[in-house]
């Protein structure tokens, strides 16, 4: 598997010079549609508010979203499925599915499954089971900060939750031949067999519902657009076995510090980590944030910056919960009244402070860990 046949974008491997200016074209080459005016309108008026992801363009394509919210309509319903490779420390970037889910969750009180992919890790990065183990309840608990609802709120880890997954993994697998995965993931001959079979498992909490409920429930899935081509192979499996096609919403990446391609956990200088200190936070930002500003002071204050290219407003759009701010921030940032050693400043604040409250919450998460857990019974009585 590699991008050396012009892919910009796979799971495992994302170019570093994918910008702004690809992700439409990507979509579309992926085969999934752009979130427009109206759609945004329809799911923000479904959910009773707006947010940022969305109008932001953070979100911004889809898979039969507009079925998930005529089912939501018609009382039918649907249940959320994201998930997370625990591959090492979690960055920003990884987090941001995780916010907009939980919005989505709060927003519709619905049930939400939350896949942990050791597995994926396992083969994909040759990560030993002890170091996984480990890993992984580190991840968990750095997603339960945010505060997801634990009633309505399934973590399923595949080296724990084999039995569920296997069976039901081996039902999509028997439908997935190696022309189909070498064409879309890129394998190679010389891969490993277990990256051929991967594909099945994280397609199964997409089915599950319907699978334990025995009539058919839907899936809408949060990710960000390098795990599309999953579930691309998911959505032409899953008629074929009597369930309905998962819907998805997909967000572009939060980008390296240095602009362009996406945080990657693999170089510590290219994000923010959550466990970073609010030294850290700052001297990262200062030193490394790609800036949209101009290259003096003088020019800045003569002609503005660009906000839409500068790595601390894209984030900053998104933490910040006051939109009135941001958008005064936008203006003084583009007008030239505040320079970028301003604004990053303010924005490695911004960071900190969320990251401060989301390690107090961690230690609460700790303490109910067990109650997210997943088991059969819990998330078919979730569903009464
Ligand atoms: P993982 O752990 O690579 O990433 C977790 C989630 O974060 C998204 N993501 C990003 N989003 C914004 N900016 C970035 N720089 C960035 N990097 C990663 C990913 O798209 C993902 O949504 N195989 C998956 C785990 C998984 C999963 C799922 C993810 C299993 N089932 C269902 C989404 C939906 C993985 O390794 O994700």
Redesign the pocket.
């Known amino acids: 598997m590699s991008l050396n046949d012009n892919r910009d974008v796979t799971?495992w491997e994302v170019s570093e010079s994918l910008g702004e200016g690809d992700y439409v074209r990507i979509a579309s080459e992926f085969g999934a549609g752009l979130i427009d005016s109206d759609l945004r309108n329809r799911l923000e008026k479904l959910a009773g508010g707006t947010n940022p992801f969305l109008n932001q363009g953070v979100f911004f394509a889809h898979r039969d979203l507009n079925l998930a919210l005529d089912d939501l309509e018609s009382g039918k319903g649907f249940y959320l499925?994201?998930?997370?490779?625990p591959?090492g420390k979690m960055h920003l970037?990884?987090l941001?599915?995780f916010m907009f889910t939980r919005w989505l969750q709060k927003s519709f009180d619905v049930n939400l499954i939350i896949?942990i992919?050791d597995d994926?890790k396992f083969l994909f990065r040759d990560l030993e089971w002890k170091q996984l183990s480990q890993v992984t309840r580190d991840n968990i608990l750095d997603i339960l900060s945010l505060g997801f609802d634990a009633r309505r709120t399934h973590i399923l880890i595949d080296s724990i939750n084999g039995s569920t997954l296997y069976r039901r993994g081996v039902e999509v697998a028997r439908h997935i031949n190696v022309t189909l995965s070498k064409a879309v993931f890129g394998f190679q001959d010389s891969d490993n067999v277990g990256k051929f079979f991967f594909t099945s498992i994280?397609s199964v909490?997409a089915f599950l519902v319907s699978s334990l409920l025995g009539r058919n429930i839907r899936c809408l899935?949060p990710?960000?657009i390098?795990?599309d081509p999953h579930f691309k192979v998911s959505r032409d499996v899953l008629p074929k076995l009597g369930y309905l096609k998962p819907s998805s919403i997909i967000?572009k990446?939060?980008p390296s510090l240095k602009g362009g391609g996406?945080?990657s956990s693999s170089d510590p200088n290219s994000g923010i980590f959550l466990d970073d200190t609010p030294q850290v936070v700052r001297k990262k930002i200062m030193k490394y944030a790609f800036s949209g500003g101009r290259d003096t002071a003088e020019e800045q204050r003569k002609y503005g910056a660009n906000p839409d290219i500068d790595f601390s407003f894209n984030v900053y759009k998104l933490i910040e919960d006051d939109q009135v701010k941001v958008s005064k921030i936008r203006e003084e940032y583009s007008s030239g009244s505040m320079l970028s050693g301003e604004l990053k400043s303010l924005v490695a604040e911004k960071i900190s402070q969320v990251l401060a409250e989301l390690r107090e919450k961690r230690e609460i998460a700790t303490e109910k860990y067990d109650e997210y857990l997943f088991s059969e019974d819990r998330l078919i009585e979730s569903f009464r």
């Open positions: 799971p499925y994201t998930g997370r490779g591959s970037g990884h941001l599915p896949q992919t994926e994280q909490p899935i990710h960000a390098d795990q967000s990446f939060l996406k945080m």
